[in-house]
């Protein structure tokens, strides 16, 4: 079964607007990694969150991480066209960390 | 872009033939991964390697097998291909554990 957990499944937005979408999983992890697809391409990091950490910003980006709700965060500020795509969370655990679990993954539409 | 190519990029084969994809990478990463995914899901893995001859199983090996004899190429195999591996193939590769994964530009793989 997953690891993770996107909600919602489909999110659909004005440009300008922010973005949150929301993972969440079931066992303790070594860090949450938040990666973006685009259809029909691979799938592009983009952050890492590492367990001991609570927050963490890379440009427009913000993710969170709150360990004892088992759940983590994205939120996209200021939207952009540009900005629609899947959205999937990774997870990495303890002795199996070769072996990251993704979720099933939020699609994000952003309407010019 | 990280320097991984897989091929080939689409393919058409029968049930009950084997067939053979191709993941590359130029990074000299040590962990390479196969990942399958199929329509409105995320990405579930089959096999991982963590290192020259080194590998292990994912969550739906089945019917699967790979192998690397080289740093920079990990092959998977479908020992007998069924309908139901129709899918998406991406190769990931990753400098640490359950760090950072990049991605390959993916397989389209139709089982008729």
């Known amino acids: 079964s997953q690891q993770g957990e996107e909600d919602p499944q489909a999110l659909s937005i004005q440009e300008g607007e922010n973005a949150t979408m929301n993972c969440s999983y079931k066992?303790?992890?070594?860090?949450l990694q938040w990666y973006r697809q685009n259809s029909g391409r691979g799938l592009v990091h983009l952050i890492l969150?590492?367990?001991?950490?609570r927050e963490k910003h890379s440009g427009r980006l913000r993710v969170t991480l709150d360990t004892s709700k088992k759940s983590s965060s994205l939120l996209i500020t200021a939207s952009r066209a540009a900005d629609t795509a899947s959205y999937f969370c990774?997870?990495?655990?303890?002795?199996?960390?070769?072996?990251?679990?993704f979720g099933d993954g939020t699609t994000l539409t952003v309407k010019p | 872009d990280a320097g991984i190519t897989q091929s080939p990029r689409h393919k058409v084969t029968e049930t009950g033939t084997p067939v053979t994809l191709r993941c590359h990478q130029t990074?000299?990463?040590?962990?390479m991964y196969w990942y399958r995914q199929d329509p409105g899901h995320g990405l579930r893995l089959i096999h991982y390697?963590?290192?020259?001859?080194?590998?292990d199983k994912g969550e739906v090996s089945d019917g699967y097998s790979v192998s690397r004899s080289k740093t920079e190429d990990f092959l998977l195999t479908l020992e007998s291909a069924t309908s139901s591996q129709t899918s998406v193939y991406f190769c990931?590769?990753?400098?640490?554990?359950?760090?950072?994964?990049?991605f390959g530009p993916g397989t389209r793989l139709l089982v008729l």
């Open positions: 066992t303790s992890i070594n860090n």
């Open positions: 990774a997870t990495a655990r303890g002795t199996n960390a070769g072996k990251s679990t």
């Open positions: 990931a590769i990753s400098e640490l554990a359950g760090e950072t994964q990049y």
């Open positions: 390697s963590y290192g020259v001859k080194d590998t």
């Open positions: 969150i590492r367990s001991n950490e």
């Open positions: 990074e000299n990463h040590r962990y």
